[in-house]
């Protein structure tokens, strides 16, 4: 607060016109929870799961026999090797979750993030995931943005996911710089 209060103080020696207030913010882990795992990776192992519900001759092959299968052995291993500089696992679970979207549009998509955000729960704090803001960092970037910042939220998930997550944040007013 007195950083923000220095650089919006005109007769300041700190201050800071608002064009060139500018404040980044990483989404997971920033914005919402990301532990035991992201919350977009949940919705795709989700969608893989209904991809092998519905179509049993996937379930032979991963990543659809592992979520099929409920092989965290698998998913771990996954993570593990990716940490360890093998993505071969990663890019068999993105192709998996790339086939199990392959026939929906864009709006499909985003109006099943969204159906996702509001109604599936998570599974250690038995809320839905659009409840899982974190409180304090909200009230931080709208705090910035009533100060005439520019905030920018960054994150390596997917921008039709990111752009269901956005609806979910308001009041917060996000620019979507991804046209």
Partial sequence: ??????????????????????????NDGT????????????????????TAAEKPEVRTRQPFKAVYEKDMAW??????????GDPTGLFTLASGLTEACA?????????????????????????PYKQLTYKPM?????????NMFDVW??????????RAQRRDLRPLAFKDHWQ
């Fill in 31 to 50: 914005l919402w929870c990301e532990k035991p795992m992201y919350i977009q990776l949940v919705h795709g192992l989700r969608a893989i799961g209904k």
């Fill in 103 to 127: 026939d929906i549009t864009v709006d499909e998509f985003e109006a099943d993030a969204q159906q996702f955000l509001t109604s599936a729960q998570h599974d250690r704090f038995k809320v």
């Fill in 75 to 84: 998913l771990g291993k996954v993570a593990e090797d990716y940490a360890k």
């Fill in 1 to 26: 607060m007195d950083f923000v209060e220095a650089v919006t103080d005109e007769s300041g020696t700190q201050y800071v016109q608002p064009g060139k207030r500018i404040a980044t913010f990483d």
């Fill in 138 to 146: 909200v009230e931080l970037i709208k705090y910035l943005q009533d």
């Fill in 153 to 162: 939220i960054t994150s390596g998930g997917g921008r039709d996911f990111m």
